[in-house]
């Protein structure tokens, strides 16, 4: 019986995941979501209501979670978007850092590759903690914020761990993936010393169940991963990035490293 070879009329020398188009997409809109989310997160708390003995009450608290839970009730809207914008961009910034990784892995394959799959690991943890917290939210509304926020609180080390601990353990990849994929970005020249920085910063947001969003940790560290992300997205739309080219051309030499450089 002979054996038929099917051989492609062409062969793409450059084909990547996720493509062009859709990792400068990812780029662009995945730190915007991040930070809109972040940003209205913060804004559903911090203008809630309260008065000074609730307010007394929450800072007396070892976590988060009742503030938030009650942020809830006085402004759901401004919580429900804040959320869903959270989590929508914690999964288009998995497409973001592939991209990312793609591009430095040219020049620092190992460090590159292995730091962009620690942040896409780590991610995936948010999405664990997104889960929860809706699901702590949405039971509000069939058992009341009081005990809601006993049941939350009672298994709270439970919720926040997951099941054989998995999600708090993938978590660790957010914090070392920004480091080594920084690191890598800086060595190869896709980053400076100012996006290093902010991407560092960036990446060291708090982990875990209704989490607060303050000002610093939350609105102006997801802010500056817009700054990192997309002016760079923008360059890999325009196709003026020579490692993503379908017609690959040299990149040239890597740039020097300065003490200071963007």
């Not at 990784?101 to 942040?119: F, M």
């Not at 609105?219 to 020579?242: E, H, K, M, N, Q």
Request: glycine residues 10%.
């Amino acid at each position: 019986m002979s054996s038929i070879t099917l051989t492609p009329p062409s062969v793409h020398t450059n084909a990547w995941f996720p493509g062009r188009l859709l990792g400068g997409g990812a780029l662009v809109l995945g730190p915007l979501l991040w930070f809109a989310g972040l940003a209205l997160r913060h804004l559903a708390w911090s203008t809630a209501d309260f008065t000074p003995e609730q307010r007394a009450s929450f800072a007396a608290q070892p976590f988060a979670a009742p503030e938030q839970l009650a942020a809830y009730v006085v402004n759901p809207g401004l919580a429900t978007a804040g959320y869903a914008l959270y989590t929508a961009g914690a999964i288009v910034l998995c497409l973001a850092f592939a991209t990312l990784a793609r591009v430095v892995a040219t020049r620092s394959p190992r460090a590159a590759l292995l730091g962009g799959a620690l942040l896409v690991v780590g991610l995936f943890s948010r999405l664990y903690w997104a889960g929860v917290d809706e699901t702590a939210l949405r039971l509000i509304g069939t058992l009341g914020l009081e005990r809601t926020t006993g049941i939350v609180m009672d298994l709270y080390a439970d919720i926040s761990y997951g099941p054989w601990r998995v999600p708090v353990s993938a978590a660790f990849g957010l914090y070392l993936g920004t480091l080594v994929l920084g690191a890598a970005a800086f060595r190869s020249g896709v980053f400076g010393t100012g996006r290093l920085a902010l991407f560092v910063f960036s990446g060291w947001l708090w982990t875990g169940v209704l989490k607060r969003s303050e000002l610093v940790d939350g609105v102006l560290s997801s802010a500056a991963l817009c700054l990192v992300l997309v002016p760079f997205g923008i360059t890999v739309l325009r196709d003026a990035v020579p490692e993503l080219r379908v017609q690959a051309r040299p990149a040239g030499e890597r740039a020097r490293l300065r003490v200071l450089s963007w």
